[in-house]
């Protein structure tokens, strides 16, 4: 039995890996900014659970949040950051609020709630921490440069934290899906006001919003599948860095890396002749 601390539990990934934990027997703290987006979780046993309200751009809230939860429950095996949001708009387009709105939570909210668990995992020497991210981590796409910029944030800082808490017996798990119906695109999601619209920008990020938006409902991810794969990686015994979740996660990455080396290749000389002579 292991204990979860997850946020962003009203909906997505976070309903759904939370759900998935508690019919294993593992306890869950579930958190999200609204108590009462909670209330689906009333019919699970009481003592496997502990719903708490939490802003995870609230300092204050996540280390009351973090500190019931070992109170009550004595440890925290697994740290599950979900909570995020998106924000659709070409980058010219973007607004300045929302895009500080987005990053405080994808990305300062997720290491802030990260470095309040740390210590109690270090003191323990083992956990699990799974960040979730995004096919656009490792590729960006048109209308979300701004989102996909969070999730590169979150790839990198996934990936040193990695490194220095590998020797300390905590391993750190970046869940990279691409589309899923976890309404990440609906009422979740903010975009470019209207009058803010850049003409130019119609068949790029114009065309890709209106397709995000168009999708929502109908994407071909399975939310609970997703936390089925999630809760097993979590309690892998040498589980990877990274667990795209999609087929067009898996494939889009291998793209990704297939371009990039491609892209280089032209000018390798060039590249290696930057350095000193020796």
């Known amino acids: 039995m292991s204990i979860w601390f997850i946020t962003g539990v009203s909906r997505g990934f976070g309903r759904e890996v939370a759900l998935e934990a508690l019919r294993r027997g593992d306890k869950v703290v579930a958190t999200a900014r609204n108590i009462s987006d909670l209330d689906?979780?009333?019919?699970?046993?009481?003592?496997?659970?502990?719903?708490?309200?939490?802003?995870?751009?609230?300092?204050?809230?996540?280390?009351?949040?973090?500190?019931?939860?070992?109170?009550?429950?004595?440890?925290?095996?697994?740290?599950?950051?979900?909570?995020?949001?998106?924000?659709?708009?070409?980058?010219?387009?973007?607004?300045?609020?929302?895009?500080?709105?987005?990053?405080?939570?994808?990305?300062?909210?997720?290491?802030?709630?990260?470095?309040a668990v740390l210590p109690h995992m270090r003191s323990k020497k083992s956990g699990r921490i799974l960040n979730v991210s995004s096919v656009g981590d490792i590729r960006a796409f048109a209308a979300v440069g701004w989102y996909t910029a969070s999730k590169f944030?979150?790839?990198?800082?996934?990936?040193?934290?990695?490194?220095?808490?590998?020797?300390?017996?905590?391993?750190?798990i970046l869940v990279e899906p691409s589309a899923f119906a976890t309404d990440w695109a609906g009422s979740s999601a903010a975009e470019v006001t209207p009058e803010n619209r850049i003409a130019d920008?119609?068949?790029?990020?114009?065309?890709?919003?209106?397709?995000?938006?168009?999708?929502?409902?109908?994407?071909?991810?399975?939310?609970?599948?997703?936390?089925v794969a999630i809760v097993d990686v979590a309690h892998d015994v040498n589980p990877p860095l990274r667990l795209p979740l999609g087929n067009y996660a898996y494939d889009g990455i291998l793209e990704k890396l297939d371009s990039v080396r491609f892209d280089i290749a032209s000018r390798e000389a060039v590249s290696r002749g930057a350095d000193r002579d020796k």
């Open 201 to 227: 920008y119609a068949l790029t990020a114009g065309a890709q919003r209106e397709a995000f938006r168009a999708n929502v409902g109908q994407e071909p991810g399975d939310p609970a599948k997703a936390a």
């Open 40 to 115: 689906y979780l009333n019919n699970q046993e009481s003592e496997n659970l502990l719903a708490l309200s939490l802003d995870v751009t609230e300092p204050k809230q996540i280390e009351l949040a973090v500190h019931t939860a070992l109170e009550v429950f004595g440890k925290i095996d697994i740290l599950f950051n979900n909570a995020g949001i998106g924000y659709f708009a070409a980058v010219e387009e973007s607004d300045d609020t929302e895009v500080r709105k987005l990053m405080e939570i994808n990305v300062f909210g997720l290491a802030s709630v990260t470095r």
């Open 153 to 172: 944030a979150v790839e990198a800082l996934s990936e040193a934290l990695a490194l220095e808490t590998a020797p300390l017996g905590i391993k750190v």
